[in-house]
C-alpha cells in the first residue's frame, strides 16, 4: 500500500465521514456503549465495537431500503 497512509479507503462523499462519526455515537448511546473520548479504541472490548459495526450498518441497509422504495414510488 501507500507508504505514510493512514487508511487506503477514500470516501466518494466527504461528507459521508461525518454523518458515518455521527451515526457511530448515536448507536453506541443507544446500546449503551461509551466511545473513547480519545479515539482510542485498543481497550474497548472486540463485542462491543462488533456490536456497533453491526448496527451501524444495519442501520445503512435500512436507509438505503427506505430511498429505493422511495425513488420506486416515485416513478409510478
Known amino acids: ?3 505514510g497512509s493512514k ?4 470516501l466518494v462523499v ?3 465521514n461525518q454523518a458515518l462519526e455521527q451515526l457511530k ?4 448511546q443507544e446500546l449503551g456503549i461509551s466511545i473513547p473520548q ?3 479504541y485498543g481497550y ?3 463485542r462491543d465495537t462488533g ?5 451501524i ?3 445503512l441497509v435500512q436507509i438505503a431500503e427506505q430511498s429505493l422504495a422511495g425513488q420506486s414510488q416515485s416513478r409510478r
Open 38 to 40: 480519545d479515539g482510542y
Open 14 to 16: 466527504p461528507q459521508a
Open 1 to 3: 500500500m501507500g507508504t
Open 57 to 59: 450498518t444495519r442501520r
Open 25 to 28: 455515537y448515536e448507536v453506541a
Open 51 to 55: 456490536a456497533i459495526g453491526g448496527h
Open 44 to 46: 474497548m472490548a472486540t
Open 7 to 10: 487508511s487506503s479507503n477514500t
